[in-house]
């Protein structure tokens, strides 16, 4: 019987270096931006504050994706978690926009999805 040459075991890890392209932290942020960009809702409601000139209020996104004023609000705090839009109060309602200086990664983002 003939003995076939053993294959050298390798290391895990250690066959080819994988160079990461983001760092951890930069990945992470990144990441939770596209999850909030990831709901069908938060999506539309970030290209409604793209195309508008002035803030939005937030019984106009109520009126127009037939959700409670509740829902909305949800949506806009994970919107305003990320660092995507600002809010400010006149009387007893809400306004929303995109931040002016949002960071540079999530202006690419939202620019590619326009």
Do not use: N
Not at 45 to 60: F, G, K, N, Q, Y
């Amino acid at each position: 019987m003939k003995k076939l040459p053993v294959a050298p075991q390798r290391e895990r890890g250690v066959c080819c270096p994988v160079k990461l392209e983001l760092p951890k932290p930069k990945a992470a942020e990144t990441a939770d931006l596209l999850k909030a960009l990831g709901d069908p809702t938060r999506l539309q409601i970030v290209l409604a504050l793209r195309a508008s000139t002035e803030p939005i209020c937030v019984c106009d996104f109520t009126d127009a994706f037939g959700l409670s004023q509740p829902t909305v609000s949800h949506h806009m705090g994970r919107l305003r978690a990320v660092g995507v839009v600002e809010a400010t109060k006149r009387g007893i309602w809400t306004y929303y926009r995109l931040r002016p200086h949002l960071p540079e990664a999530a202006r690419r983002v939202v620019d590619a999805l326009a």
